[in-house]
């Protein structure tokens, strides 16, 4: 499953990206797919596994301040909570 985690700007996505990376956690600095950004143009991480350790370690590093999807099997985004 593909999870998309949002950021506030293409930045802190890389910034997001490499702490992933550091703690091996495989991720990817994405353009958000249209619709998923509010302010049109957007940008994440994209990752395939270890959503929940990631999403914790961006929050304890600050850098966890957008929406989290995941993208389910007829390819459609839906958020979590």
Request: glycine share 12%; net charge positive.
């Amino acid at each position: 499953m593909q999870y998309l985690i949002m950021c506030r700007s293409m930045t802190y996505a890389q910034r997001s990206a490499a702490i992933l990376e550091r703690a091996g956690i495989s991720a990817r600095v994405v353009k958000a797919p249209q619709g998923l950004s509010s302010s049109g143009c957007g940008y994440g991480v994209s990752l395939y596994r270890r959503f929940d350790e990631a999403r914790d370690l961006l929050k304890k590093n600050g850098l966890l301040n957008g929406k989290s999807f995941y993208r389910d099997d007829g390819g459609d985004y839906r958020e979590i909570n």
